[in-house]
């Protein structure tokens, strides 16, 4: 399938638009570091890499079917230490709750929490909890989320800038309408850390149990927190990867900072997380981004583009690509950022048959707290002393790959 026809156009995003939303979100906006210019217009998830990889054909290849073929029955195991049978078993069944909500809805075109929004199982209620204080409603919805699982939790406000621009219906690859209903005001985000140690066997098949853990958990956490807030008579929207862009959410709802690796690297677990959303009407106080100087040390560290095998992360300053230009059709345009090349980065995922974070695993914020020298950085690393912090971590060189076959004797050794 090549570029699909008889679609309706994109919506335009034109200069009032995008003076309304500097005079709305500036502020807020230089706080959590982010950068928009005079090209910038919203993200079209028909361009998002994994939609591409189902009808433009310079994405699509043999590899890249085998890939998704690979999270099925077709798994793809292999000699080579982590991508044995059991390997990818453990991935399949890490995210087969996320498959079950992702594929209910095959027929009407909704692949639910990736191309769209999880459809609401309980109506809003009809008995509205008084909100006198957003504040003491915000405090305690935190505690609602991490009693459900969540380990961050931050709000901010709806911005549309980070929403798609029209949403895929999977049936066809057509487009869709992406508008949330009216009187939505506030998006919760919530972030949800992996598993250390499986993270430290990628690149391999075990390693990807990791990530479809969590989609699992965000599955059944987004979908808890919307019914308790419907059932407390206001909206609430559970999202996973679908509607908006989550990485700019996360980082004005205070949790993060965005890195040189694509990812929002917290203070808590670096960016060893998978985020979710809610979008509600429910009156909430929004936390407000703070420098972390997280941000700073990417500027000075390029450990993780240094790991990358097909050198898809960028070594030199956050640039913006424009709207105009013809490539990086997978990269929001008019946003001074860290960019990956999405085909080389796909590309080597669809080789593998498997996800790859070793960007993720190599990042020396990706600790799990139990060692000295791993707060003693951080501490540095955050602070004006980043350059002691960069030559401790160069001492330290690479963090080595777990073998996930002593990942398999640990967890027997249990
Ligand atoms: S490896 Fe270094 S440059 Fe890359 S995200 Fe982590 S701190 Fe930033
Ligand atoms: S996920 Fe793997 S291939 Fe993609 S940017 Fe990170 S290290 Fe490179």
Redo the contacts with the bound molecule.
């Keep these: 399938m090549s570029w699909p026809s008889n679609q309706p156009d994109q919506p335009v995003t034109d200069d009032a638009q995008r003076q309304a939303w500097r005079e709305r979100f500036g502020e807020s906006d230089r706080a959590a570091g982010i950068e928009t210019t005079d090209n910038f217009v919203q993200f079209d998830q028909m361009n998002d890499l994994f939609t591409r990889a189902f009808w433009d054909d310079s994405v699509r290849t043999k590899d890249s079917d085998a890939f998704f073929d690979s999270y099925r029955a077709a798994s793809a195991p292999r000699r080579g230490d982590g991508f044995a049978l059991k390997d990818f078993a453990l991935r399949n069944a890490a995210w087969a709750v996320s498959d079950i909500l992702s594929n209910r809805g095959n027929e009407a075109g909704l692949r639910e929490g990736f191309q769209s929004a999880i459809v609401d199982d309980t109506p809003v209620g009809e008995h509205k909890l008084p909100v006198d204080d957003p504040a003491a409603m915000a405090g305690e919805i935190k505690q609602v989320a991490k009693l459900f699982g969540a380990d961050l939790v931050g709000i901010t406000e709806v911005d549309e800038r980070w929403h798609y621009s029209t949403r895929v219906d999977t049936r066809d690859f057509s487009r869709a309408d992406n508008s949330l209903p009216e009187g939505i005001t506030h998006v919760i985000v919530l972030g949800h850390s992996m598993d250390y140690d499986l993270v430290r066997t990628y690149p391999s098949a075990l390693a990807g149990a990791s990530t479809g853990m969590e989609y699992s958990h965000e599955a059944a956490i987004v979908i808890q927190l919307a019914t308790y807030i419907r059932n407390l008579g206001y909206q609430a929207i559970a999202s996973m990867n679908d509607t908006a862009l989550v990485i700019p959410y996360a980082v004005k709802a205070g949790l993060g900072e965005y890195?040189?690796?694509q990812?929002v690297?917290t203070p808590q677990y670096?960016?060893r997380l998978r985020f979710s959303k809610v979008f509600t009407s429910l009156p909430l106080a929004i936390d407000t981004p703070r420098p972390l100087g997280?941000r700073q040390?990417?500027d000075i560290?390029?450990?993780?583009?240094d790991?990358c095998p097909p050198r898809a992360?960028p070594f030199d300053e956050p640039k913006e690509v424009a709207a105009t230009d013809g490539g990086a059709r997978s990269t929001i345009k008019g946003v001074k950022k860290w960019s990956a090349d999405c085909e080389k980065c796909f590309g080597y995922w669809a080789k593998l048959k498997t996800d790859c974070a070793i960007?993720m695993r190599?990042?020396?914020?990706?600790h799990d707290g139990r060692k000295l020298v791993d707060r003693l950085f951080t501490r540095l690393?955050t602070s004006r002393l980043r350059r002691w912090a960069l030559w401790l971590d160069q001492r330290r060189g690479m963090p080595a790959r777990l073998k996930p076959k002593e990942w398999w004797s640990r967890l027997v050794a249990r």
């Design positions: 890195g040189r690796n990812m690297i670096g960016p997280i040390y990417c560290c390029t450990k993780c583009a790991a992360l960007c190599v990042c020396p914020f990706n690393a």
